[in-house]
T-cell receptor, first 119, second 113 residues
Framework: DVKVTQSSRYLVKRTGEKVFLECVQDMDHENMFWYRQDPGLGLRLIYFSYDVKMKEKGDIPEGYSVSREKKERFSLILESASTNQTSMYLC??????????????????FGPGTRLTVL | AQSVAQPEDQVNVAEGNPLTVKCTYSVSGNPYLFWYVQYPNRGLQFLLKYITGDNLVKGSYGFEAEFNKSQTSFHLKKPSALVSDSALYFCAVRDGGSYIPTFGRGTSLIVHP
């Protein structure tokens, strides 16, 4: 019954390392999102993609890049990890077209999150 | 521009009592309003949404929310709280013409036995 999966639940990396976070959804959604969640700050949008190979910057894109080569997969890349990127990373997907299969239009479906620690 | 405010960082309620988690919003067009819940070390789960229609929206786990256009509010309510309702609750809003919602900072709900 899992709909949005993330490659790791917990990840520990060293400063300066290149980090890949993977997200896969099986609902054929057009839209995919990467957020980071920090206590007291809620969810902040890093990047958004509304189609394959399309991306838009969110509120805090600095230090991050993304890749969407296939509709179901949206990757977040930390080019050179820093300690201030220690956070919970959440992936989500949504659709703005009428859908079959019981999935709700407009609603975002979230993955379980990846807790990244950069030492 | 769109924004959402959750004025309470934490709400405490006794089991069996009614609960309210507050949310106010600002959008330039018609609001699409959402509530999500997050249990510890989990992603967010959809509870309910308002797009159009009846101002009282019913959702999962016995929760409901009332859309009040004049007060620009969308408070989450439940008639009788359970200890298992203890979690972090997020309100979100987006303009009807946008793909991207804005989330509030979250409210921690603690239900005491």
């Amino acid at each position: 019954d899992v709909k949005v999966t993330q490659s790791s639940r917990y990840l520990v990396k060293r400063t300066g390392e290149k980090v890949f976070l993977e997200c896969v959804q099986d609902m054929d959604h057009e839209n995919m999102f990467w957020y980071r969640q920090d206590p007291g700050l809620g969810l902040r949008l890093i990047y958004f993609s509304y189609d394959v190979k399309m991306k838009e910057k969110g509120d805090i894109p600095e230090g991050y890049s993304v890749s969407r080569e296939k509709k179901e997969r949206f990757s977040l890349i930390l080019e050179s990890a820093s300690t201030n990127q220690t956070s919970m990373y959440l992936c989500a997907s949504s659709s703005t077209t009428p859908l079959a299969g019981g999935f709700d239009r407009d609603t975002q479906y979230f993955g379980p999150g990846t807790r990244l620690t950069v030492l | 521009a769109q924004s959402v405010a959750q004025p309470e960082d934490q709400v405490n309620v006794a089991e069996g009592n009614p609960l309210t988690v507050k949310c106010t919003y600002s959008v330039s067009g018609n609001p699409y309003l959402f509530w999500y819940v997050q249990y510890p070390n989990r992603g967010l789960q959809f509870l309910l949404k308002y797009i159009t229609g009846d101002n009282l929206v019913k959702g999962s786990y016995g929760f409901e929310a009332e859309f009040n256009k004049s007060q620009t509010s969308f408070h989450l309510k439940k008639p009788s709280a359970l200890v298992s309702d203890s979690a972090l609750y997020f309100c979100a809003v987006r303009d009807g013409g946008s793909y991207i919602p804005t989330f509030g900072r979250g409210t921690s709900l603690i239900v005491h036995p």
